[in-house]
T-cell receptor, first 116, second 113 residues
Framework: EAGVAQSPRYKIIEKRQSVAFWCNPI?????LYWYQQILGQGPKLLIQ????????DSQLPKDRFSAERLKGVDSTLKIQPAKLEDSAVYLC??????????????FGPGTRLTVL | KQEVTQIPAALSVPEGENLVLNCSFT??????LQWFRQDPGKGLTSLLL?????REQTSGRLNASLDKSSGRSTLYIAASQPGDSATYLC????????????FGQGTRLTINP
């Protein structure tokens, strides 16, 4: 089966610019996650969707980050305006259901963002 | 607040050696613990998942143990190979509240031929 797809793979922008990342989960997966991974750290969950509803966005900096999952399939994560500290790899993952059942999360290759 | 720590941050060993990676967590109220592998420029691949009621899981040359009461897990890699070079991350899933994985910072492993 096809894995989780993400685009673009790399993005370089200047601070205060805006940027958007796209994720297409594995077909049939109801749960979608966006993680931020700063160099030398483990991934940190930004937002979790169950179908097209938000389950957890407690660690999403809502003043500059937004995410949507229209129609419960693809998802877009946006940063506006970007700051230097947003430089990181943004990982998208999906699973059949929420983590309560211990479902494995399948990760995409990530988008490496550099903010200059 | 759950915190996950992995020691060491980096490890370099010659090919063929057996090795152990360590993971500790502060809150024992977990649903499961996973070990992931991350290769440069690629996403994470799940290696082993241990439910909170289990003590260990094995897959090929990999063996992961879990001691929930002491907040520790180890990943044992037998007969290491250069292809095992990667960053290894452990992550815990809480058993209540928001169902999200909390990751350690990872151990970067290099196997020298």
């Amino acid at each position: 089966e096809a894995g989780v797809a993400q685009s673009p793979r790399y993005k370089i922008i200047e601070k205060r610019q805006s940027v958007a990342f796209w994720c297409n989960p594995i077909s049939g997966h109801a749960t979608l996650y966006w993680y931020q991974q700063i160099l030398g750290q483990g991934p940190k969950l930004l937002i979790q969707f169950q179908n097209n509803g938000v389950v957890d966005d407690s660690q999403l900096p809502k003043d500059r980050f937004s995410a949507e999952r229209l129609k419960g399939v693809d998802s877009t994560l946006k940063i506006q305006p970007a700051k230097l500290e947003d430089s990181a790899v943004y990982l998208c993952a999906s699973s059949w259901t929420s983590g309560r059942l211990g479902d494995t999360q399948y990760f995409g290759p990530g988008t490496r963002l550099t903010v200059l | 607040k759950q915190e996950v720590t992995q020691i060491p941050a980096a490890l370099s060993v010659p090919e063929g050696e057996n090795l152990v990676l360590n993971c500790s967590f502060t809150d024992s109220a977990i649903y499961n613990l996973q070990w992931f592998r991350q290769d440069p420029g690629k996403g994470l691949t799940s290696l082993l998942l241990i439910q909170s009621s289990q003590r260990e899981q094995t897959s090929g040359r990999l063996n992961a143990s879990l001691d929930k009461s002491s907040g520790r897990s180890t990943l044992y890699i037998a007969a290491s190979q250069p292809g095992d070079s990667a960053t290894y991350l452990c992550a815990v899933l809480r058993d209540q509240g928001a169902q999200k994985l909390v990751f350690g910072q990872g151990t970067r492993l290099t196997i020298n031929p």
